[in-house]
Each structure stands twice: as structure tokens, then as C-alpha cells.
């Protein structure tokens, strides 16, 4: 297994493009993934109880056995609580790509972030797919440009692809995804994408999707709110020649999850470190949890304390801060066994050892935390089971994008 | 029922007292609040699992049958994820406080509340109770010097007094509190002290407490994070010299529960108003829940979110960011009967009707939101239960204030 240059264009078979097409003031807003044959699909979506009319659409031409060849992503609206005119807008979306691409509107998953409750300008949406869909091509730089054009907020472009062999055929998976607020994901994700060239039935992809999305998208936070247009998306083509992946005790099963848990990892932590307005990085560790869903609880908890958050972004080492993020997070544990440190590039802060808090040199302390990276260290000493959750810390400029943030 | 001035010290038989004893810079740092005979005293205390020491020794003297006289409140430390010493400068702290009075240990209960994880300067305590001690009386002034020595980054001091007639007898129910950051109880709240000379049962008064706590500190959110030292204790003497109330369905239950929670619902008002940077203060109004329980979450999950409160602080009505914050409450309900409007002194603002998106005159919209009191009001048109949460908006000065607090 190995990382190699590139995204969404990286597996064999797939273009993409991205321009602007006027919903943003400059940058690229309109984004086309396209697979050149029938790719097998999965897809998971946002456990909110208000969805886009993209979830709803997506989700409709996604949970059926027909396999799917493009998806269309625009960004700078989200076409979210826009009720039935929105929908309407959505399948106009769908059929205007279709004929530009010249397939079916049920083949075309639809994708859209940006400001919600505003109508989707539409028209603009028309005119542009016909023109991202004559750029479309297999080179890598045309899946950065989907890569671009999908951001709304977040600072850098977010893709990664990773290859490995499967009973010698050489197999590649490409990604893509962004943030970066609205960022708390419960069962999907904000927006991310995956391709391969693998060949596999869809019950496994999906199994495997799902699995993976539970351990990376799904631990991130940036601001504790699950938005409505939340969703992961993978298309595999079947065009890398392995012999298709159907059992789940097949190694090769094994080898793809592996591979697409490392894609969607990277992409995670990458929209955790691009969190709105955010100067940290921050992964939360815990160990010795008596169960994976309980290490998982307590994990989110710590890493979504805007307390715990603040004096991050404070520099300050203020474990108490952990340790009520902990005790708030659902889970019953024993205060007595816990123990708590920081640590990062510049060292390792031991706070607190089995419940009892330990003399800290604020000098070391301050140290460790003057890093862009920091990782909270927190053994539960109650069983074997661990978890990860990735975040960052909260700033003024977090206030600033999301309280002065229209045009 | 009518309002009167003062808190704690406006009933019968209550003395007070407040003064700096050198926990924090230059304020007031620590408080009694004394009986002149036995009280009956109900309590209820914070869910987190870790808890702070004050509340482990709170919630052991005031389960039994037995009074107390007295309670002791200091701010600067809250004695939190401080270990096995922690709990003991606690009982040090009780045993103090007794000597100076002349009571039992047992009699007096504690809540401290200031940084977590730092050892409590017992020795200023020990030193300053006696002087406190010496400083207790029945003037309405001596109770506010008391809700001033208990606040922490608090802008205002919290207090509140109503008087009510039964069988003739006049009773008074006064009471304090503090915030201000670290407030999203969760069964308790933040620290709320109680006072009446009612005569009631204990079951009774702990019956009305949890009630009242409910629907008034549970229905508050600053942040998002449950304190490990929350506490709501009221004490009750009995000099009004009614007859005692030990039925449920007495009129005069019925009557002081309503008392109880207009001083509880006045001082989570109070709390969420002065929300730790708040500019705004607001009230998310729901009507038409399938059931109380719903209504009540989905209140709170718009009061918590950091998009509205974001949205609320840059004066931009975004009622896209209140369906999304409903969404993600746990509650199932209908998107396309929803109807959401804003409010304030400025004017009514209709914005979404029935699940359709009303067209709003932006002119309008910033004059209803350049207010400092805001409402949201939703009707889910789903039945007949309502709720009510108070928050405030997320400002610049939040994250000044807890990513940069330390002295």
C-alpha cells in the first residue's frame, strides 16, 4: 500500500473538472466527477432530521442496485431548507448534467454546500455544466480542480490517493472531501468523495464505507453542528481488472478497507486541521475504555468542549477542562483511575496520574502547547478499547467567519 | 404573589454575609448563608460524572432526613478534579465554618466555583471563614454582599426576591445565582441558593426543586459544557408559620411551586443574560411539540448551536441555521410544516411559513436583530406542547475570556 500523487482522478477510468460559474465572487464554485463506465456506488448522509434536497435526491439514486456515472457538486449554496422549489432545482441540476455528459439524470449524484435557506441560482447552475462538462478530463490536475471548486470556507484543498495490489492487478483509490464548519458529522460526513478503479459488489462497499466513516468523519468536530448536506460518496468502476471483491472474508476485502480507512483518515484530519478560524490541530487519545463505542463517546466529548477548546487556542494545559469534557460526555467511568496528559512536538506533559493531579512547570507546559499540533493523552484504565477524535481550537476568527460572513 | 427587593436574606430568619478573603485578586470570594434555626433542604446537583468535591460533601449532608444551617460559597476555586486532598480541604472547609458558627459540620453545606484543577488555597479559607463569620446579618444588603462574593467572570450579580400569601400567613422566597461560562446544566445548573421561611416537607421541596429546575436552569446553555459543581440547594425554615404543606394537592403546594419557579426562571434568565461575552440575550420559543420532552430538546439544541448564536452576534437573521440546529436534535418531526419567525422589540419577522421560505426585506430583518433581546419562535404544528430555552449569542469576548482568562 502506498500514497501516491493526485485525488479523484487518480484511479483508472475517472475525470473530473471544476470552474467558476458565477455562485462564488471568484473562485471555482461547480465541480463534475465522472466515471467513463458504470461504477458501483455508496453513499452515507447526514443523520439530520433537515435534509437538502441534494441528500434527498443522492440518497433516492443511490440506494438502488443501479450503478451511477457522475456526480455534480457546486459550492457558495447549499440548496438546503429551500422546500419543493429547491427539489425542483436539485432534479434540474441532474437532468441539465445528464445531457451535457449525455447519460440518464438518475446516474448523476448531486452534492451542494454553501449558504442554506437562499434559492440555488439555478440558472447560472444551467449555463455552467455544459462548460465544466467540455474541461472534463483524466489528468490529476483536473481532479485538483474539483477539489477546489467543492470548498466554501475551508483554507486548502483537500485530496489524497493511495495504491495497492490485489492478486496482482495494481488498485487505486482517490479522494476528496471539504469542511470546514458545520463540521460534527453523526453517521456521515460534510462533503467527501471517493474513487476506485476496484472492482466490487456494492453490499461490501457500502459495508466497508460505513465501517470506515464511523472511525474518521465521524470523529472530527470543528463546531458541534451536524449540517444538512452532510455526505460521503464512493465510486468504484471495476476498471483496475481485479477479480471482483465479494465476500468479506476475502483478503482483498481486508486490503480495500484498510485503504480506503487511510484515504478518509487523511481527509478527516485534514478538515479538522481546516476547521473555521483554526490556529491548532488537535487529536484526542483515549486508551483503557471498557468498550470502543464508550472510548469513542468520550473521545467527541473532549474534542467538542468549547471550553477544552479555548484554552487551546489559549495555549494553556487546563486538563480540569478534559476531565469535565469527560465526565459530560455520557459515559459512566471512575475519576479515580484516570489519567490525563498532553504532549506534542516539543514534548510530553504528564497532568494527572490515576486521579491524582501532578505538579506541572508551567514553563515546560506553555512549551508543548506553542505547537500547531497537539495531542491529549487519556487512559481510562478500564478495559483494552481505543479511540481517536480530531478537532481543533476556537478563536476569534471562528466568530468572525461565522458571525460577519455574508458578502 | 408580587415581587419584593432582596434575595436571600428577604425571608425570615436568614442571615448573610459576603467579603474577600484573597481567593480571587481584589472581589469578594467567599460567602455564608445562615439559618437562625434548622432548615429543610433539598438539593440537586450536576450530572457530569466527574464531580467536584463540594458536591460530593453537598450531596451526602443534604440527602438524609437531617437539616442544615448553613451554607458556604466560595468563588476563584472550585475545588474540581483535585483527588482525595481536594475532598479533604472540603471537610476542612465544613468543619471551619462550624466552629466559627457554632454548628456541626454535618450542617453546613459547600459549593465552591472557580478554576478546576488546582489545589483550593484552604489556608485564605480557613483564615477568612471566621472573619465572614463575624460579618452575618439579616439586612438585604448582607444578602447581596453574599451574591456578589459568589460570582466569578459574572457581569452582574444575580439575585431575586417574591412574596406570597397562605392561609394568611405571608411567606417569602428569595434567592442568587451565578454563571457564567461552563453553563449548559444538564439536571442541576450552575450554583442557584434558595431561601424561604416556608414550612414544608422535604419531599415536597425536592419534589418543586427538580420541577422548577427542569424547565428553567436545565432550559439554559452558554456553551455547551456541564460543570462538575453545579448546584441548585434550597433551604427552607419554616418561620412564616404556615401550616406545614405535606400534600401534594394542597392549594398551597400548588401555589409555592408557581413562586419557586418565577425565582428560578428570573435567575436562569439573569444567568443566560450574562453569558460569558453575551451581547444579545434570546429566547427560543417552541409550540406545537408532539410532547414536552421534545419541544424542550429541540429548544435547547437552538439555544446551544454555535452557527445561530454566531449567526445572532453578526445581527443576521438565519433561520437556515435554525432549521439545521432543530434537525440535529434528536427529534423526529416534519420539515414541511414548520414555521419559523424572529422577534424582538424592533418588530416580528415571519421567515419560513409551512416549510416554504417567506421573502424578507433585509432592511427590515437588521432592525429586528440590531436588538438585544431576540425570541425565536418555531411552531412545529405537531400537537400542543411548548418549551422555552434562554442562551445568549457566541461574541469575540467568549473566547477572549476562556482562551486568555488566567491572571
Given amino acids: 500500500m502506498k500514497i501516491v500523487s493526485g485525488g479523484v482522478t487518480a484511479p483508472k477510468g475517472f475525470k473530473a473538472a471544476g470552474a467558476h460559474v458565477g455562485l462564488k465572487r471568484k473562485r471555482k464554485d461547480l ?81 451542494s454546500t454553501g449558504f442554506i435557506g437562499v434559492p440555488i441560482p439555478i440558472d447560472k447552475i ?38 495497492l495490489e490485489l492478486n496482482g492487478k495494481v488498485v487505486t483509490i482517490g479522494g476528496m472531501a471539504k469542511g470546514s464548519g458545520m463540521v460534527h458529522p453523526n453517521m456521515a460526513t460534510m462533503l467527501a468523495f471517493i474513487t476506485s478503479d476496484i472492482n466490487i459488489s456494492k453490499e461490501l462497499l457500502l459495508a466497508a464505507l460505513k465501517e470506515s466513516v ?64 483554526a490556529t491548532k490541530f488537535v487529536e484526542v487519545s483515549i486508551v483503557g475504555g471498557e468498550c470502543a463505542e464508550d472510548a469513542q463517546k468520550l473521545a467527541k466529548s473532549v474534542v467538542s468542549s468549547s471550553l477544552v477548546k479555548t484554552a487551546l487556542f489559549g495555549q494553556d494545559a487546563n486538563w480540569g477542562r478534559v476531565m469535565a469534557a469527560l465526565g459530560k460526555g455520557g459515559v459512566l467511568f471512575d475519576p479515580a483511575r484516570l489519567s490525563i496528559g498532553f504532549e506534542s512536538e516539543a514534548g510530553v506533559l504528564a497532568l494527572m496520574e490515576c486521579g491524582t493531579p501532578l505538579s506541572v ?47
Same sequence: chains 1, 2.
Fill in 31 to 111: 465541480a463534475i466527477l465522472l466515471s467513463d463506465v458504470d461504477a458501483t456506488v455508496a453513499g452515507v448522509f447526514t443523520t439530520n432530521v433537515v435534509k437538502g434536497a441534494p441528500v434527498i435526491w443522492t440518497q433516492k439514486v443511490t440506494s438502488n442496485d443501479s450503478p451511477i456515472r457522475a456526480v455534480v457538486v457546486n459550492s457558495g449554496h447549499a440548496n438546503s431548507c429551500t422546500g419543493p422549489q429547491g427539489y425542483q432545482h436539485c432534479v434540474q441540476m441532474a437532468e441539465s448534467a445528464a445531457k451535457a455528459i449525455g447519460i440518464a439524470p438518475e446516474e448523476v449524484a448531486i452534492a
Fill in 126 to 163: 444551467v449555463a455552467g455544466l455544459p462548460v465544466v462538462a467540455s474541461m472534463l478530463n483524466s489528468s490529476l490536475s483536473a481532479g485538483t480542480s474539483a477539489a477546489e471548486a467543492i470548498r466554501t470556507t475551508d483554507q486548502f484543498t483537500k485530496e489524497t490517493a493511495i495504491q
Fill in 214 to 277: 464511523a472511525t474518521t468523519y465521524n470523529m472530527i468536530s470543528v463546531d458541534g453542528d451536524t449540517s444538512t448536506n452532510d455526505m460521503a460518496i464512493a465510486m468504484c468502476n471495476g476498471l483496475a481488472g481485479n477479480t471482483s471483491i465479494v465476500d468479506r472474508d476475502d483478503e482483498s476485502y481486508q486490503l480495500f478497507v484498510q485503504a480506503l480507512h487511510s484515504i478518509n483518515e487523511n481527509l478527516a484530519k485534514a478538515v479538522a486541521r481546516d476547521g473555521e478560524g
Fill in 361 to 407: 512547570d508551567s514553563h515546560a507546559a506553555r512549551k508543548v502547547l506553542s505547537e500547531k499540533d497537539i495531542r491529549i493523552n487519556i487512559d481510562l484504565m478500564a478495559g483494552a478499547s481505543a479511540a481517536r477524535a480530531w478537532g481543533c481550537d476556537l478563536s476569534y476568527d471562528y466568530v468572525r467567519i461565522n458571525g460577519a460572513y455574508r458578502p
